[in-house]
């Protein structure tokens, strides 16, 4: 079965740092491009940034740029998402999900097939 | 920076057609995508490039997608359908319409 799993849910204060984990099964991680979701509370989804596996190649929302970084370790089938100082408004649920068919080359993306696998979510908290 | 525009809300009656829309300049021209959020739950992609099912999504869910509008017609509509639904695109990046809660009568 293919899957993405995610870690479980953070409790942070502001300031601190965080590292989220998003664990493929059952496909190569390497072959499909990994992206990066917010929901804040009660609102709607929001695009952060796409990583590919194979060769480490990242492309960041521009509201998201310099505010977190996507990395992907593909020894252990596993992508990242991280903060170096976590803010309150940093709380939301994050969603890691399988690109089916993304086609990048070094200008343009063209997107054939949506994101057909989601991990069930990590709830990020950030409270003093 | 591309915008798509969906309705905050639409209702339908229990076996009635419901339809959500998605606007776009120019989408007709782009691959969209459609996903079903229930409460709690991860979304689940419904329709991929403007009309086709994934495996396991039921043939009363369909798409379609000309000028500037994209559209998701759920047919035959179940309780089980209520739901938040968004389309995306690529443009330059990832963009999400700001979804659509569909309520069944």
């Known amino acids: 079965e293919v899957q993405l799993v995610q870690s479980g849910a953070e409790v942070k204060k502001p300031g601190e740092s965080l590292k989220i984990s998003c664990k493929g099964s059952?496909?190569?991680?390497?072959?499909?491009?990994i992206g990066w979701v917010r929901q804040m509370p009660g609102k709607g989804l929001e695009w952060m940034g796409i990583?590919?596996?194979?060769?480490?190649?990242?492309k960041y929302s521009p509201s998201f740029q310099g505010q977190v970084t996507i990395s992907v370790d593909k020894s252990i089938n596993t992508a990242y998402l991280q903060w170096s100082s976590l803010r309150a408004s940093d709380t939301a649920m994050y969603y890691c999900?399988?690109?089916?068919?993304?086609?990048?080359?070094?200008?343009?993306?063209?997107?054939?097939?949506?994101?057909?696998?989601w991990g069930q979510g990590t709830t990020v908290t950030v409270s003093s | 920076s591309y915008e798509l525009t969906q309705p905050l809300s639409v209702s339908v009656a229990l076996g009635q057609t419901a339809r959500i829309t998605c606007g776009g300049n120019n989408i007709g021209g782009k691959s969209v995508h459609w996903y079903q959020q229930k409460p709690g739950q991860a979304p689940v992609l419904v329709i991929y490039r403007d009309s086709n099912r994934p495996s396991g999504i039921p043939q009363r869910f369909s798409g379609s997608n000309s000028g500037n509008t994209a559209t998701l017609t759920i047919s035959r509509a179940q309780a089980g359908d209520e739901a938040d639904y968004y389309c995306q695109v690529w443009d330059s990046s990832t963009v999400f319409g700001g979804g659509t809660k569909l309520t069944v009568l």
């Open positions: 990583i590919y596996p194979g060769d480490s190649d990242t």
């Open positions: 999900a399988r690109h089916a068919a993304l086609y990048c080359s070094a200008t343009n993306c063209f997107d054939r097939g949506g994101m057909d696998v």
């Open positions: 059952g496909y190569s991680l390497t072959s499909y491009w």
